[in-house]
């Protein structure tokens, strides 16, 4: 078996012999390679794991180029600093599309950031001071301790040298605790907020990253290049960017370096290689670019990486798991203990419409501190509307919401869960490719604090120890320790379900709430299921419980809210609401149980 790292060592030697035996030719390509993979890399983690579009890197290339070409030849600046420069005016830029994009959901980021990438192409070009159409010449070169870094072979080290330090900051980061909330934004956003996550926030700052990397490629460009012009920093260029790393695969680091080093290669050979054979010059590459694209997706929807490490049967070590604990001690607990019989949320005549649908109307319920409290009712009650607006996903239309004591009403799901309480889903919200492991760390997103910086330089090395620890305990405590380190997906759907009950504890929770958890366990794990809840019960906690199981609810929880038609139609003992006439028409009346 091969590991990743041994792929990295012999790319390096690669990189590091290609100056001194290539030809000039095959050297430009393996720079240019450098100066776009920058880029690509950043689209990886916008793009392939953020879930986000944009049509805009290319003209962020050009902010970090046009800043660095003015600077330094008008105001005669040093590149280093202008290079800090350039990135500053990008992040401005960046912070200034994105607050505005990026708590929309759907098509507002692609949008924008193509009119981004239009508008920097024609103000270049209509801009006296930067040239105009014909650009600023007579650039520096970048001088490194003394050395010029403007030759071939000297630009190829530098160059590659960034592009190194960018994997690997990137791929730390991916496997930090912002990393995997990075993941979250794909699929999992809802889980993400409920477990804490400011989810706008996140997807500002990847995309900040982004344009930083397009910053410095474009800055390392113009320097090499020696002059600037508009042209590669249009949009038909954040295109190219964008094929280049869903060729290479977007969804890994490495696909963003062999993703451009294909399409650079490809597109020179082409270019050299076409109009001899077509016996004139006319773009023709473009065309048979796109198609060969067309049927590598076609037939690699995923990009050539996951093909490649597959063809080479290469494993990735795995970073996440007991082996790499260097520190014991457990996370700090989050919550102090509440007494029982304590209010812990308090509901009162709340409401939810959707549209002309009344989904839920005027309820009112209190959860105690030790207490499970079951919701019950037949199917479209409005249990999981329920959930939803007193856990902030969605807001109620009126009523009050009050969590220890504070009205939560109008919060967001991850202040609510900052508060202390945490929640599983009737669909269950998991990362399928991520190992058990590590979606039950995503749980402890709220109980650490290391950000992008220390997770960048792996720094919080002894923190994710004590996160490893901690989602293991949780693991042992549901009874899944034996699947940690297989990917979430492929449990069982019951298996599932227990996930997510080992990643809400993980956050070390006041209030649970779970949405039918017991739905698809067999009867064994049932009641394994019920004694785990009533040892949370015992130690303090509040559980808030929605469930379709008579047998199971009657015999586990203390008091029973009975919805219908989103009303409250009864609240009690197990006992009573057995007996009771109306729930019995309610449940008769129906078809469900
Ligand atoms: P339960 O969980 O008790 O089965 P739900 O709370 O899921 O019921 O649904 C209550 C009612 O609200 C149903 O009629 C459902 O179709 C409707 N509903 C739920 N969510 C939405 C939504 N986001 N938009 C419109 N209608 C919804
Ligand atoms: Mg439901």
Redesign the pocket.
């Known amino acids: 078996m091969i590991r990743t790292t041994y792929i990295y060592i012999i790319f390096s030697v690669f990189i590091a012999i290609a100056p001194w035996v290539f030809p000039e030719s095959l050297i430009t390509i393996i720079n240019y390679a450098g100066l776009f993979g920058l880029v690509s890399i950043g689209l990886v983690l916008l793009t392939g794991i953020g879930g986000m579009t944009s049509f805009g890197q290319a003209a962020f290339v050009g902010v970090g180029a046009y800043t660095s070409a003015y600077l330094s030849t008008v105001s005669q600046w040093s590149p280093w600093l202008t290079l800090f420069v350039g990135v500053a005016v990008a992040v401005l830029i960046a912070l200034a599309l994105g607050s505005l994009t990026l708590k929309l959901a759907g098509h507002y980021l692609p949008l924008s950031t193509i009119a981004w990438g239009l508008s920097l192409y024609y103000l270049a070009g209509n801009l006296q001071f930067l040239g105009g159409h014909s650009g600023i010449r007579a650039v520096p070169s970048i001088d490194f301790f003394g050395i010029t870094i403007g030759s071939g072979r000297n630009f190829t080290y530098f160059v590659w040298i960034f592009v190194g330090a960018a994997m690997w900051l990137a791929s730390n980061l991916l496997n930090s605790r912002e990393g995997r909330a990075i993941r979250c934004l794909k699929g999992g956003r809802t889980m993400a907020s409920a477990m804490g996550v400011n989810v706008p926030m996140v997807k500002l700052k990847v995309f900040v990253l982004s344009s930083v990397l397009a910053a410095v490629s474009g800055w390392m460009y113009v320097h090499f290049q020696r002059f600037v012009n508009p042209t590669p920093f249009g949009l038909n260029y954040s295109i190219d960017y964008l094929f280049m790393t869903v060729l290479g695969g977007a969804g890994f680091l490495p696909g963003a370096i062999l993703g451009t080093g294909i399409i650079i290669a490809l597109r020179e050979w082409l270019v050299e290689f076409l109009p001899l054979l077509f016996g004139q010059s006319g773009n023709y590459e473009t065309i048979i670019l796109a198609i060969l694209i067309i049927f590598m997706l076609h037939r690699a929807p995923d990009g050539l990486w996951p093909q490649l490490i597959k063809i080479l049967n290469v494993k990735e070590a795995p970073k996440f798991t007991e082996l790499n604990v260097t520190k014991e001690a457990p996370l700090e607990r989050r919550n102090v203990t509440h007494f029982n019989g304590e209010s812990l949320l308090v509901l009162e005549h709340v409401s ?1 419409r ?2 002309g ?1 009344q ?2 109307n005027d309820v009112s319920f209190q959860v105690k501190a030790g207490e499970i409290l079951g919701l019950i ?12 607006l007193l856990s902030g996903v ?1 807001p109620a239309s009126s009523g009050k919401v009050t969590f220890l004591g504070q009205d939560i009403t109008n919060l967001e799901s991850y202040q609510v869960a900052a508060l202390g309480m945490s929640r599983t889903f ?1 669909h269950v919200q998991l990362l399928p490719h991520l190992t058990v492991l590590e979606n039950v760390a995503i749980g402890a997103y709220l109980r650490c604090e290391a950000g992008y910086i220390k997770s960048m330089f792996h720094l919080e090395r002894d923190q994710e120890s004590q996160i490893i620890s901690e989602s293991l305990r949780m693991l042992k405590r549901v009874g899944l320790e034996k699947h940690a380190y297989i990917s979430a997906g492929s449990l069982s759907l019951g298996d599932q379900r227990i996930l997510e009950i080992a990643r809400a504890l993980c956050s070390d929770p006041a209030l649970l709430l779970l ?1 039918e958890p017991a739905a698809g366990l067999r009867l064994k794990e049932k009641e394994e299921l019920a004694k785990l809840l009533d040892q949370l019960r015992k130690e303090g906690l509040g559980v808030l419980l ?1 469930e379709h199981d008579m047998d199971f609810v009657m015999d586990l929880v203390d008091r029973i809210v009975v ?1 219908e038609f ?1 009303e409250k139609i009864a609240e009690g003992l197990p006992e009573a609401i057995q007996n009771n006439q109306v729930v019995l028409e309610a449940y008769l009346g129906s078809t469900e149980s």
């Open positions: 939810k959707f549209g649908l989904a839920v009712g037949p199917n479209g009650a409005g249990k999981s509307t329920t959930f939803n969605n009737q949405d929605v919805m989103g």
